[in-house]
């Protein structure tokens, strides 16, 4: 059974007419005719009965019936592919961090699906080794995170820095400086994140001295979680300034000396697949856009 026969036949049937049905299918009135006699061959009945009036017979009129969903899920089915191949249909699997997933996403991706109504985007949060792993296996499609080891097969585009300030209990002694230095914090507890976390193996490097004694630190699992602790008085964190607004009441914020903390974040995807395509490609730019335009806002609003 032909697609375009059924269709063609529906035509038919809403118009009442032959002829119409032709003009608006922009086919001639022979196609139609041929396309009806082959339907009605297929099913080894007839559907019509031809005549000055036009008049379904029963088994056109159950045929009209039973085929109607069909016609609507191809036409749909059509049209999501056209919007598929268009870039704005898809499902999108997207990895980000912390705190890139709680801070400046949101609002992006909510303009993003605004604008794109037909496109899915599922977020796994998790850290930026977790998602070059997962990446690597297929499970993601981009990624929003820290560069990845040399030689791995993927593709990073860097499109912002996270700035990293000081966050300490407002009765804390280092409150009375204005600024302050790793060296400083060497004396006092620090709250470290994760193992995996590429910013706490940077800090380490920074902190740990050859022969020095062991850093008093307490680790916590989430980068957006610190302030809570600071808040708690538990110790001081170096925190990403975009997670500080507003500040948090029983805080204080001090600037670092220097930027040696601060951590590039990026684009991630397999070398195969850039530049991503369809409903990825969109996202990405998208990302690579206003990541960085969010990033500046935040600059501009904090202050210290």
């Given amino acids: 059974m032909d697609l375009k026969s059924v269709k063609t036949f529906h035509r ?3 118009l009442g007419s032959f002829n119409r049905a032709a003009e608006e299918l922009n086919y001639a009135q022979s196609t139609v005719t041929m396309q009806m006699q082959k339907l009605e061959a297929d099913l080894g009945m ?9 008049e379904l017979t029963e088994a056109g009129r159950l045929f009209l019936e039973q085929s109607a969903h069909i016609v609507r899920d191809i036409e749909q089915l059509q049209t999501t592919m056209t919007e598929l191949v268009a870039g704005a249909a898809g499902h999108i699997r997207l990895g980000v961090v912390e705190p890139i997933a709680s801070y400046r996403l ?3 991706l909510a303009r993003f699906l605004h604008e794109f109504p037909q496109i899915r985007v599922s977020v796994c949060i998790a850290s930026s080794p977790v998602l070059s792993q997962q990446l690597l296996h297929g499970e993601l499609d981009l990624a929003v995170c820290s560069p990845p080891l040399l030689g791995t097969g993927l593709y990073f585009e860097p499109v912002l820095t996270e700035h990293f300030v ?13 600024t302050i230095s790793i060296q400083d914090l060497r004396r006092h507890r620090l709250l470290i994140t994760a193992a995996d976390c590429p910013y706490r193996r940077k800090l380490e490097m920074l902190l740990q001295e050859p022969g020095g004694p062991p ?5 916590i699992g989430s980068m957006s979680a610190l302030k809570h602790y600071v808040q708690c008085g538990i110790g ?18 001090r600037p670092l000396m220097d930027d040696e903390v601060d951590m590039t974040c990026g684009l991630l995807c397999r070398e195969p697949d850039y530049p991503p395509r369809l409903a ?12 960085p335009a969010a990033d500046s806002l ?3 609003t904090f202050t210290l």
Wanted: charged share 20%; glycine share 10%; proline share 9%.
């Fill in 12 to 14: 038919i049937a809403s």
């Fill in 46 to 54: 007839r559907l019509m009965e031809r005549g000055r009036t036009f």
């Fill in 106 to 108: 949101p609002g992006i």
């Fill in 166 to 178: 000081v966050l300490l209990p407002e009765q804390h002694p280092l409150t009375g400086q204005q």
């Fill in 215 to 219: 850093l008093d630190t307490v680790e």
């Fill in 236 to 253: 001081a964190a170096l925190v990403p300034a975009s997670v500080l607004q507003p500040e948090p009441a029983g805080t204080v914020i």
């Fill in 280 to 291: 990825a490609g969109r996202l990405y730019e998208v990302l690579k856009k206003e990541l």
């Fill in 298 to 300: 935040k600059a501009g």
